[in-house]
């Protein structure tokens, strides 16, 4: 079956550090991948994806390339703020279904 | 909230008592779905639907039962809530007609089973 495995949190950094949150998955076939953000007291919200091998989402100075031959799809931000407090799910959903797969989740915490 | 809403938001309920939660949509998407969220554990998928009355369980769904008579509800049902139901429940739509596209979600329902 489909698994997404991410870093353990929390992570914790200071404002205008690099940032990287690690997902590797297990999927049959050619999944698109997908970083959501939660937010206190929210639901997810989609931040970026990528459909194919070598593609890049980005969004919010976020960025994940699709790395087929890794099987990752790593988060990075070069330069986080405060305000990118929160938590980040990796996920997938495989080309024959229709149903999304989450990773565990990694809090990050950012300070001033 | 993508048109969204889940209520109640929040709720406490004593063990063997039944409880349903409504996921309404403002908008005739296909598929919808409800997942809960614990720490550890990520979003893990109890039942999803693709259509009025069709449903089909998730990798979680024993315990709950779900209900879609109306495109724009889906209900999940509790039918004897137990402490480990204690979680967040989310709802969320896919706006592709054949569900594979990212999901948005509702702000979610925070179960407590004491």
């Known amino acids: 079956g489909n698994s997404v495995t991410q870093m353990e949190g929390p992570v914790t950094l200071s404002e205008e550090a690099f940032l990287t949150i690690n997902c590797t998955y297990t999927a049959t076939g050619y999944p698109s991948l997908f970083w959501y953000v939660q937010y206190p007291g929210e639901g997810l919200q989609l931040l970026l994806k990528a459909t194919k091998a070598d593609d890049k989402g980005s969004n919010k100075g976020f960025e994940a390339t699709y790395r087929k031959e890794t099987t990752s799809f790593h988060l990075e931000k070069g330069s986080v703020q405060v305000s990118d407090s929160a938590v980040y799910f990796c996920?997938?959903?495989?080309?024959?279904?229709?149903?999304?797969?989450f990773g565990g989740g990694t809090r990050l915490m950012v300070k001033p | 909230d993508a048109g969204i809403t889940q209520s109640p938001r929040h709720k406490v309920t004593e063990t063997g008592t039944p409880v349903t939660l409504r996921c309404h949509q403002t908008?005739?998407?296909?598929?919808m779905y409800w997942y809960r969220q614990d720490p550890g554990h990520g979003l893990r998928l109890i039942h999803y639907?693709?259509?009025?009355?069709?449903?089909d369980k998730g990798e979680v769904s024993d315990g709950y039962s779900v209900s879609r008579s109306k495109t724009e509800d889906f209900l999940l049902t509790l039918e004897s809530a137990t402490s480990s139901q204690t979680s967040v429940y989310f709802c969320a739509i896919s706006w592709s007609d054949d569900g594979n596209s990212p999901l948005h979600f509702g702000n979610g329902t925070r179960l407590t089973v004491t």
């Open positions: 639907s693709y259509g009025v009355k069709d449903t």
């Open positions: 908008e005739n998407h296909r598929y």
């Open positions: 996920a997938l959903i495989n080309n024959a279904g229709n149903m999304l797969t």
